[in-house]
């Protein structure tokens, strides 16, 4: 039996494992000059004018939301097809969810549903970049300035990706990416968001580290101060210095890991594109995509199995897949408490049956690339009808 090959494994370098070292001797672990400088050289990436470094893309995205107001009783427009992040923070600020259904080719949020789904109490839209594929901004945001409605992009899977020639982290109003283990790149839990808004930025930093007016770096070296102040009821989402020390090498080789990605979904696009159970991934013109994901799409009624059989056979031939998403509407805890009438998302209902991803990521091999394709391919060819 040959080897298994995982859905996801980090490409984690010398460089990494070095930097992270220096840190844990420098006597300096927490929030300090390596996030800094992380956060310095995240911003000048993606051309934002402010980073801040946070300890996940989820606590990015409820600092996004407290920031520009949203509060009781408002409304945030979500896709439904997502992971849970994107619509919990939105009960953080004890404001509801709206779920909306996605598009059948990008599977991306779908802006004529947004358009339905805005009331008086719409305060913000979470666009999602689904699997590292731009939304259509453009139209998103056109909507939400004429009604003055803030566009907070969940862009976890969307690095580095652009949009009409822009780089994601600079389109919306605030965006917020992840560095989980399983992203393009890695400080194994973190994340950054990004903005133009000098006060919004300045606030996100000050809630991160409990409402108050002075970091670590300013209270404890020997330039500091031991006096601060509450400013607000923060959070303590802080990234620390040695998750920092990880993510400098890995932001450095992003665009790499990213030429790798993009070279292994033309591969599978290539070998998948004359096999008609297969509908391969649709890119819109005009944009860059991350490739986070490779998320095919099974015509089950040309094959005798269904998804989970097909996924099975995979897992038996030593291939890891997974499921992006469960539509959030279908999970137990939304069925209860929000009564989403099922009928408002045909096309994620129908996109939720048929979807795998497959294994795409730098360290894999192109004889892994291939072992993928073939398998693929073979149990296709003895479960047709
Ligand atoms: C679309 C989306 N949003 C948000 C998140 C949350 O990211 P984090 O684990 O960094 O909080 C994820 C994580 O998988 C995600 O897929």
Request: charged share 25%; glycine share 6%; with cysteine.
């Amino acid at each position: 039996m040959k080897p298994f090959i995982p859905f996801h494994l980090p490409d984690i370098g010398e460089e990494e494992i070095h930097a992270v070292v220096e840190t844990l001797r420098s006597g300096w672990l927490t929030t300090g000059i390596k996030t800094k400088q992380f956060e310095k050289e995240f911003a000048e990436w993606v051309g934002a004018s402010h980073a801040i470094a946070l300890n996940s893309c989820t606590a990015a995205l409820h600092l996004a939301l407290e920031t520009v107001g949203v509060t009781d009783g408002d409304e945030v427009i979500v896709p439904t097809m997502t992971f849970a992040a994107t619509a919990e923070v939105v009960h953080y600020c004890r404001a509801l969810p709206i779920l909306v259904d996605c598009k059948s080719d990008t599977f991306n949020i779908d802006v004529e549903a947004i358009e339905q789904a805005i009331s008086p109490k719409t305060k913000a839209i979470i666009p999602v970049h689904f699997a590292g594929q731009p939304c259509e901004m453009d139209r998103i945001l056109d909507l939400a300035q004429s009604r003055n409605i803030k566009v907070i992009e969940d862009a976890a899977h969307a690095l580095p990706a652009k949009y009409r020639g822009k780089m994601v982290g600079t389109l919306g109003d605030i965006t917020c990416f992840s560095f989980y283990a399983t992203k393009t790149m890695t400080t194994g839990e973190g994340g950054m968001a990004t903005t133009e808004n000098a006060e919004w930025a300045e606030r996100m930093r000050i809630l991160s580290l409990h409402g108050i007016s002075r970091d670590a770096v300013n209270r404890y070296t020997p330039e500091g101060s031991w006096y601060y102040e509450i400013c607000y009821p923060g959070y303590k989402y802080n990234l620390t210095d040695m998750a920092s020390a990880l993510g400098i090498p890995q932001l450095r080789k992003c665009h790499d890991f990213g030429k790798i990605r993009n070279r292994y979904a033309m591969l599978y696009n290539e070998a998948f594109k004359d096999i008609p159970e297969i509908i391969v991934p649709y890119m819109n013109e005009d944009i860059e995509h991350a490739w986070h994901l490779y998320v095919i799409k099974l015509d089950l009624k040309r094959l005798r199995i269904g998804r989970d059989e097909m996924i099975d056979l995979l897992k038996q031939q030593g291939i890891g897949t997974s499921v992006h998403f469960i539509p959030l509407h279908l999970h137990p805890y939304y069925r209860r408490n929000c009564r989403y009438a099922n009928e408002n998302f045909p096309v994620a209902n129908q996109v939720f049956k048929c979807i795998i991803s497959l294994p795409i990521y730098p360290k894999m091999t192109d004889a892994d690339v291939q072992r993928v394709i073939e398998v693929v391919t073979r149990l296709i060819q003895e479960n047709r009808r």
